[in-house]
């Protein structure tokens, strides 16, 4: 086998002797934000929709799904987001749950406490999850949540 040389040739120039190429291209300005007074700062919204819907929950993209809205896919999905599957090896407790009459949106808040997760925990209980629906073994979410920010969700909701 022959052995195999490479050899690179690179030139150095300086500012003075050839400009560079981002010197040559013409900057792209972008527009100020511009707020009007007495109005909030919507920069930490996702969308900036209009004067009227001022930010992305506002405007039906995250949080403004009803309790009807909620599928087996979504059940499905959130399973596989959150690592159940991997930690169970098997879609059995999930397929049990839906299997057993609760609605979607009920199932995913079951799975949401027994996971603590929080923003999930608020965008359902927003869509009209029961608070009281219990799974196979008569748990409540309020029974499966342990951090306090996902109880004290739970608890409001339940008042």
Excluded: W
């Amino acid at each position: 086998m022959a052995a195999m040389t490479f050899s690179t040739s690179v030139r150095c120039f300086n500012s003075t002797t050839r400009p560079s190429r981002a010197a040559a291209r013409p900057q792209r300005v972008l527009p100020a934000v511009q707020r009007v007074p007495g109005t909030r700062d919507v920069r930490a919204a996702f969308f900036n929709f209009s004067k009227l819907r001022t930010d992305s929950s506002d405007a039906g993209i995250y949080g403004s799904q009803g309790r009807n809205d909620f599928t087996t896919d979504d059940v499905e999905h959130y399973f596989n987001y959150m690592g159940m599957l991997a930690v169970e090896g098997t879609y059995d407790r999930m397929e049990q749950m839906l299997s057993s009459g609760l609605d979607p949106v009920d199932v995913l808040l079951l799975m949401a406490a027994s996971e603590n997760d929080l923003p999930k925990i608020e965008e359902l209980l927003a869509a009209g999850a029961d608070v009281s629906v219990t799974d196979s073994e008569n748990r409540t979410p309020l029974e499966l949540a342990t951090k306090e920010e996902a109880l004290a969700a739970l608890r409001a909701a339940k008042k």
